[in-house]
């Protein structure tokens, strides 16, 4: 899947920003994702990313790239146009509520049993 556009952030940044991500995983500047636990809700298993939200520098992405599972990544990228939902879903996690792992991209039905705005 092509990226867009993200909080201002060119396809084209995102892609080095990506690419500087992987190098440093390569280099053990950051630890393998298979290694990593989600760090908002503590997943371990399933598909898990390296999330960004600043890609203006190599230092910035590299410095602030969390681990993340799948479910909150996406829950991430929704928070502007389903915030009750994105504030509702990390309350939960916050609280110790646990879903299960995710292990195919396409999974978009888990995510619309978060959805309430």
């Known amino acids: 899947m ?3 556009w993200y909080n201002g952030f060119s396809p084209a ?5 990506n690419k500087w991500v992987h190098d ?3 280099s053990n500047e950051l630890v393998p994702l298979s290694e990593c636990a989600c760090h908002y809700c503590g997943q ?3 598909i898990r990313h ?3 939200e600043d890609y203006s520098t190599k230092e910035t992405v590299v410095g602030g790239s ?3 599972c799948w479910r909150c990544h996406m829950m991430i990228h929704r ?4 915030p009750k939902s994105y504030e509702k879903y990390f309350e939960e996690v916050k609280s110790g ?3 299960p792992p995710i292990y195919k991209q396409n999974q978009w039905q888990e995510l619309n049993q978060h959805s309430i705005d």
Not at 13 to 17: K, Y
Not at 79 to 82: K, N
Request: charged share 35%.
């Open 2 to 4: 092509a990226l867009s």
């Open 79 to 82: 928070r502007f146009r389903h």
């Open 50 to 52: 390296y999330h960004c």
């Open 44 to 46: 371990d298993e399933g």
């Open 97 to 99: 509520k646990r879903y």
């Open 13 to 17: 940044q995102r892609e080095q920003g």
């Open 66 to 68: 969390v681990p993340v």
């Open 24 to 26: 440093a995983v390569d």
